[in-house]
């Protein structure tokens, strides 16, 4: 399953935002290494985004 996650996210052309969620989720719960992840999703930085207040 996780494979063909991969996949789809490689395939096709989803938002940077979809990509950092997917990068954080694979980070927090797949215990992956940020920097192959960034580097499979394509992901050259990540934007953090405006809490609020």
Same mark, same amino acid.
């Given at each position: 399953?996780?494979?063909?996650?991969?996949?789809?996210?490689?395939?096709?052309?989803?938002?940077?935002?979809?990509?950092? !969620? @997917?990068?954080?989720?694979?980070?927090?719960?797949?215990?992956?290494?940020?920097?192959?992840?960034?580097?499979?999703?394509?992901?050259?930085? !990540? @934007?953090?985004?405006?809490?609020?207040?």
């Amino acid at each position: 399953m996780e494979d063909h996650i991969r996949k789809l996210i490689n395939c096709y052309h989803y938002s940077d935002e979809v990509k950092e !969620v @997917t990068a954080a989720f694979r980070l927090l719960f797949g215990g992956e290494d940020a920097k192959q992840i960034m580097q499979k999703l394509g992901l050259h930085s !990540v @934007t953090p985004h405006p809490t609020k207040t």
